[in-house]
Each structure stands twice: as C-alpha cells, then as structure tokens.
Nanobody, 125 residues
C-alpha cells in the first residue's frame, strides 16, 4: 500500500511559478510510475503529466507542454511538478497518483492504483 501526500500548492499571480511535491510512504515507490492530474471547479479531472519509475519517460498534456516539468528523486520517495508561466486556467486541485504498471495509455486515470488527496493551486489574473 502506497500513501501519497501532495504539497506546495497556493495562490500565485499569472506568470508566476510553483513547485508541487508528491511524497510517498509505504510500498516501493521507486518502482511506481507517477502521474499528475488536476480538477478545476465544475470540470472533470484531467491528465497533466506523468513520469516513469526511473524518470526516463515523461508525458505532458498539450496545455502544459513547455511550462511544466515533472521530475523525481527516488532516494527521497518524491516526485515534483515544477509549474512556470502559470495561467488562470491552471487553477485546479492537483493530484498525484502512482501506478505499479502503466497501461497502454498512461494518460488514463484508471491506470493508477493510488491517489493523493490533492493540493489547491489558484492563479490570479
């Protein structure tokens, strides 16, 4: 069983930056792929980015490509999401999720086994 805790959310002005962290406990986190998803008010949860267990493979949603960067430090059981050039439309609750084995489409939520409780990111215009 893997427990995930997100942190680093907050209020930032448009154009600013935030770094989210996803800290894991339990299980062998270094063998899990990790995804970040977000859910804005009144909208469905959507894929943001994902990183393989070694960090060698990453995926990004088109809406964040070039602005967000995912990375991981397995020695610290932590995955990071660096968010730059933030826009008001990035406002959402951000969730990290861990997958023991990626399915054929890492962007799908059903491929993830464990989820954190989320951290709020609010970008003001």
């Amino acid at each position: 069983q893997v427990q995930l805790v997100e942190s680093g959310g907050g209020l930032v002005q448009a154009g600013g930056s935030l770094r989210l962290s996803c800290a894991a406990s339990g299980g062998t986190f270094s063998t899990y792929a990790v995804g970040w998803f977000r859910q804005a008010p009144g909208k469905e949860r959507e894929f943001v980015t994902a990183i393989s267990w070694r960090g060698g493979t990453t995926y990004y949603a088109d809406s964040v490509k070039g602005r967000f960067t995912v990375s991981r430090e397995n020695s610290k059981n932590t995955v990071y999401l660096q968010m730059n050039s933030l826009k008001p439309e990035d406002t959402a609750v951000y969730y990290c999720a861990a997958a023991a084995r990626w399915g054929p489409v890492p962007q799908l939520m059903r491929g993830y086994d464990y989820w954190g409780q989320g951290t709020q990111v609010t970008v003001s215009s």
